[in-house]
């Protein structure tokens, strides 16, 4: 007899180990499931950060490239207005040939997949609004700006034109760095 009671506690002992093994067993592999699928998202999210991240360096680059072109091609036209006729036809081949450089149809194709790489973070739960700095229409709004301002601009000053320039470099460092920021706040949330 002495030995059912005793069989009987260890029976009774082992059931409720293998019940608590079986509970860390189960919590163990709700937990390795949960990292396992946190693991899978973020691969996704961190390609649409990195996607969208580089569109946005190839929109603010184009716009950089194409206030280039404008601002020098702009104040060589001025600088030669007055010029022998020979001077003015080889300054507008300059500028003819540079122009062949510019592509608005690549600044709109770079315009368009920042957009869509943005919509995707959005999608993904990555971003609720889009931060200024990173809207392409407040970029096209700042860049028109601009070339409104290059048309009426008066050449004649090197002190005016580089403080133009320098307002301009003002503006899309503020831009580049306003997107750096947002981009890796987005990043270390992941």
Known sequence: MKFEFLNTEIVALVNFVAALFTIAAAVIALITLLSWKKQQLLGPKLNAVLEAEDCYYLVVQGYMQNFSFFFHS??????????????????????????????????????????????RMQRLGLIA?????????????????????????????????????SSFAHEICWIQDSGKQAFKTIRDSL
């Open 74 to 119: 702009s104040k060589l036209a001025f600088e030669t207005r007055n010029a022998p006729k020979e001077t003015r036809a080889e300054a507008n081949d300059v500028i003819s040939r540079e122009s062949e450089k510019l592509n608005f149809e690549k600044q709109a194709l770079h315009d368009s997949n920042f957009q869509l790489a943005v919509l």
């Open 129 to 165: 609004e889009i931060d200024k700095s990173m809207d392409t229409k407040h970029l096209t709004e700042i860049f028109e700006g601009y070339l409104e301002r290059i048309q009426k601009h008066d050449y004649s000053d090197e002190d005016s034109n580089n403080d133009f320039l």
